[in-house]
């Protein structure tokens, strides 16, 4: 599966302009293959998405760099993400040591992802079953905010909750599942927002959701 995850890195990532090394790092040394469902595990590396039940999905190995990539990560920086799914997006930061809290509205995926990530010693990953899109007052302001999943707005709960500086990657678009990525820089007071180019992710379900 090693070399599966090299494979994937070289030419699904790297082949994309994708170079901060922690986050390609990080690619390589989370087993993808265990978020997907056993039957589905040999599509696990491939470049594309990847069901992983309830009508939801694992994204595109690319589209998780990016994402990250985006974050600025580092270490001991928190971030809060919207959309725990399989958590193969919160073990991706996790392993380049960021101080993860992640929200998913799906029960049986919340406890799931909470199994896989303990079973894998990702035991500070912080996880809640709840509607990402109010964030998490209790924890924030937060230095990062990334949502995996696609609404109609960005959501003001998580503006607020971003921390000054802070980054944020969301998808936003009116219609379903075509989307742009929006990222929200806050800066010395000010907000800044920036687009880069169409995605296609899930759903966001709630109340500054669909
Ligand atoms: N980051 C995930 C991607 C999962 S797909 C991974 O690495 O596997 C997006 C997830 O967002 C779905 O599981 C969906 O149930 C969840 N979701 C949608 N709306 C949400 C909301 N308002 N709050 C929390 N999670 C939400």
């Given at each position: 599966m090693k070399r599966n995850r090299e494979r994937m890195v070289r030419d699904q990532i790297q082949a994309r302009g994708i170079s901060?090394?922690?986050?390609?790092?990080?690619?390589?040394?989370?087993?993808?293959?265990?978020f997907v469902q056993e039957?589905?595990?040999a599509q696990a590396y491939g470049d594309h998405a990847v069901?992983?039940?309830?009508?939801?999905?694992?994204?595109?190995?690319?589209?998780?760099?990016?994402?990250?990539?985006?974050?600025?990560?580092a270490p001991?920086?928190?971030?809060?993400?919207?959309?725990?799914?399989?958590?193969?997006?919160?073990?991706?930061?996790?392993?380049?040591?960021?101080?993860v809290s992640s929200v998913e509205r799906i029960k049986a995926l919340h406890f799931a992802a909470?199994?896989?990530?303990?079973?894998?010693r990702y035991f500070k990953v912080r996880l809640?079953?709840?509607?990402?899109?109010?964030?998490?007052?209790?924890?924030?302001?937060?230095?990062?905010?990334?949502?995996?999943?696609?609404?109609?707005e960005?959501?003001?709960p998580l503006v607020a909750q971003l921390a000054d500086p802070g980054i944020m990657?969301?998808?936003?678009?009116?219609?379903?599942r075509q989307q742009e990525l929006v990222v929200i820089r806050k800066q010395h007071g000010k907000t800044t927002l920036e687009r880069r180019g169409g995605v296609a992710f899930v759903d966001l379900v709630g109340t500054h959701g669909w």
């Amino acid at each position: 599966m090693k070399r599966n995850r090299e494979r994937m890195v070289r030419d699904q990532i790297q082949a994309r302009g994708i170079s901060n090394p922690l986050v390609l790092q990080a690619m390589l040394n989370v087993p993808r293959h265990l978020f997907v469902q056993e039957a589905l595990r040999a599509q696990a590396y491939g470049d594309h998405a990847v069901p992983i039940g309830h009508g939801q999905t694992i994204s595109q190995p690319y589209i998780v760099a990016l994402m990250s990539e985006i974050l600025e990560p580092a270490p001991g920086v928190s971030v809060l993400e919207i959309g725990t799914g399989s958590g193969y997006q919160a073990a991706i930061l996790a392993e380049m040591g960021m101080d993860v809290s992640s929200v998913e509205r799906i029960k049986a995926l919340h406890f799931a992802a909470r199994k896989l990530l303990d079973s894998l010693r990702y035991f500070k990953v912080r996880l809640k079953l709840d509607d990402g899109t109010v964030g998490w007052a209790e924890y924030a302001p937060f230095d990062r905010i990334i949502v995996t999943a696609g609404g109609p707005e960005i959501p003001e709960p998580l503006v607020a909750q971003l921390a000054d500086p802070g980054i944020m990657a969301i998808p936003v678009g009116r219609s379903r599942r075509q989307q742009e990525l929006v990222v929200i820089r806050k800066q010395h007071g000010k907000t800044t927002l920036e687009r880069r180019g169409g995605v296609a992710f899930v759903d966001l379900v709630g109340t500054h959701g669909w």
